[in-house]
């Protein structure tokens, strides 16, 4: 069993910062790319930045520049800096990691996701 536990949401006026955290748990071999998400009002879960275990990241194009994803892969842990937030980053941000759970089948990644971390932005 793994768990992926987003924290860091809250509410902030545009142009302010946020940190997300995601820390997964459980029963992990190894944990390969991993990714935020974000899920606005109305409309479909969004990729907007991931991360290889070599820390090559990618970012949507509306948040580079403002936006850093890191990880810690000795903490399993991921982190997305946000800056200069505008309202349009509303959203429940989700996390997203492809994990190995057995060490019997190295290759194996299963897709874990964590419950969400509501992100509001003011204007």
């Known amino acids: 069993q793994v768990q992926l536990v987003e924290s860091g949401g809250g509410l902030v006026q545009a142009g302010g910062s946020l940190r997300l955290s995601c820390v997964a748990s459980?029963?992990?071999?190894?944990?390969?790319?991993m990714a935020w998400y974000r899920q606005a009002p109305g409309q479909q879960r969004k990729l907007v930045a991931s991360i290889l275990d070599d820390e090559t990241a990618n970012y949507l194009d509306s948040v580079k520049g403002r936006f850093t994803i890191s990880r810690d892969n000795a903490k399993n842990t991921m982190y997305l800096q946000m800056n200069s937030l505008k309202p349009e980053d509303t959203g429940v941000y989700y996390c997203?990691?492809?994990?190995?759970?057995?060490?019997?089948?190295?290759?194996?990644?299963?897709?874990?996701w964590g419950q969400g971390t509501l992100v509001t932005i003011s204007s």
């Open positions: 997203n990691a492809e994990v190995v759970s057995d060490a019997r089948f190295p290759r194996r990644y299963f897709d874990r």
């Open positions: 459980g029963s992990i071999v190894r944990v390969g790319t």
